[in-house]
């Protein structure tokens, strides 16, 4: 019988999202293994019951849930806790069998520092350990936003392309080269229906370039975006000052 | 002085009840004014991650619901206190919807502060935040999580003191009500 997968994707932003990008090239490199994949779009899946008794089919069937999330405010938005907190119900009422699961986490920070996620991660294992579900490990990643513009494969072709004194070779090419090896490893790991070594995740634990350099690089974005909404000149408004 | 309570407890929850009305009891023997938020009770949506709340509304969020309403009392009260079970060391589903719709509290600006990527400030004052969390017995991985969660919390909402609390839905009366009193002797809210 062939191993399923239950992929819950949990951004609002639907296929406009890193989250959506992450998580579904990993989803295309467990499918290359001849993993059966469900996928389950947060938004969508709490709207509607029929959907919600799916996912939980689906999770009953399963050997690997693959969860990719947001960071909001240092923890996954209500939308990846309500999804959870459904799961636990299920569990506690035992609509699950026991089958051996595994749960392998993706959390998508703006900020550039991977340890944002660090917290979340923490929080999915505990989630694991409440629903008898082995904890497999995460993947923290910084900067998310980049892998909703560019997937992986795309991204990693087009840097390719750049001469090999070229600056953005540190901050783009190698970072992507070692999540895109990190992820490669962590699906073998996990199809074969084994955890992810702490010491392959662990790899993606370093800062890609200095800290003002992302901010200066963001904040130039901020009036751009609000440049379309004629809103340019009131990003720092305070409607709500006492 | 004012506070406002967020309670992010479930339906089916009897023990928050009872610490809300003792933190209320608190503030109000202090003299302090304001009101609890009963989340699951109000109509608020999920945030979007649309951004328009910095780009578009600036400072507010683009869905027009009670939502609106909660940041606006979170950014105007002088102690801010969520009360949440203790949620696989997380917060609840009904604190964190309403929290999500927080973000335009604080400006899109990104900075470099403490060693690390934070945003700018948005406002010039931002409250004092008192956390409390439920949990049926010790758990120590989780009441650790939940303490360096609201840590991050803090430095993301300015807040310029903060406590974190634990109470167990065993703890006897004397005992929450040290622990509560403890809680807002640390953002100094508390007369001796
Ligand atoms: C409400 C809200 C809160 C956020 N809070 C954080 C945060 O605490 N830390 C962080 O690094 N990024 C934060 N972000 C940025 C998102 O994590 C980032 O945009 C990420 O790429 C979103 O993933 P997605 O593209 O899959 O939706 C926040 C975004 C929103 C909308």
Redo the contacts between chains.
């Keep these: 019988m062939s191993r399923q997968l239950t992929f819950l994707m949990c951004?609002?932003?639907g296929d406009k999202?890193a989250s959506h990008s992450i998580g579904s090239y990993l989803v295309s490199l467990f499918e290359e293994k001849g993993i059966v994949v469900k996928t389950f779009g947060a938004?969508r899946t709490l709207k509607n019951q029929e959907k919600t008794e799916e996912m939980i089919k689906s999770v009953n069937d399963s050997d690997i849930i693959l969860i990719s999330s947001?960071l909001?405010?240092?923890?996954?938005?209500?939308?990846t806790?309500?999804l959870?907190?459904i799961i636990s119900e299920a569990f506690q009422q035992g609509k699950l069998s026991n089958k051996t699961r595994h749960l392998f986490a993706i959390s998508n920070a703006g900020?550039?520092?991977y340890y944002?996620n660090n917290?979340?991660l923490?929080?999915?294992e505990?989630?694991a350990k409440?629903n008898d579900i082995i904890w497999a490990g995460g993947l923290p990643i910084g900067a998310a936003g980049t892998y909703a513009q560019y997937p992986i494969p795309e991204f990693l072709k087009m840097l390719e392309q750049l001469p090999e004194e070229d600056p953005r070779n540190e901050i783009y090419t190698k970072p992507t080269k070692i999540l895109d090896s990190v992820i490669r490893s962590s699906v073998n790991h996990l199809s074969k229906g084994e955890i992810v070594p702490r010491d392959e995740l662990k790899k993606l634990e370093f800062i890609p370039m200095p800290?003002?350099s992302?901010?200066n690089g963001?904040?130039n974005g901020?009036p751009q975006?609000?440049e379309?909404?004629g809103?340019k000149d009131?990003?720092?408004?305070?409607?709500?000052?006492? | 002085m004012s506070y406002v309570i967020l309670n992010g407890m479930y339906k089916d929850d009897s023990f928050i009840p009872r610490i809300n009305q003792m933190v209320s009891d608190e503030f109000q023997r202090n003299n302090y004014v304001g009101d609890t938020v009963i989340l699951h009770d109000e109509e608020i949506k999920p945030c979007l991650g649309c951004f328009k709340c910095w780009v578009q509304t600036p400072g507010i969020c683009i869905i027009d619901d009670y939502g609106r309403e909660v940041a606006k009392k979170m950014i105007q009260s002088d102690v801010l206190v969520y009360i949440t079970p203790i949620n696989y060391g997380g917060y609840s589903a009904e604190l964190k919807k309403a929290i999500d719709r927080s973000l335009g509290l604080i400006s899109p600006f990104f900075r470099v502060y403490e060693n690390e990527i934070h945003h700018e400030m948005r406002y010039d004052e931002y409250p004092n935040l008192v956390v409390i969390g439920t949990l049926d017995k010790p758990n120590s991985d989780q009441e650790e999580i939940f303490t360096e969660l609201v840590q991050r919390n803090v430095l993301n909402l300015f807040c310029p003191k903060y406590s974190s609390q634990v109470i167990y839905t065993d703890d006897d009366e004397a005992t929450i009500k040290k622990k509560l009193k403890n809680s807002l002797m640390e953002v100094g809210e508390e007369n001796e």
């Design positions: 951004s609002p932003r999202s938004y947001p909001y405010i240092d923890q996954a938005p209500y939308m806790i309500k959870m907190d900020f550039l520092e944002h917290i979340t923490k929080i999915y505990q989630f409440q800290l003002e992302y901010v963001a904040n901020w975006a609000a379309e909404f809103a009131k990003l720092r408004d305070k409607p709500y000052e006492r």
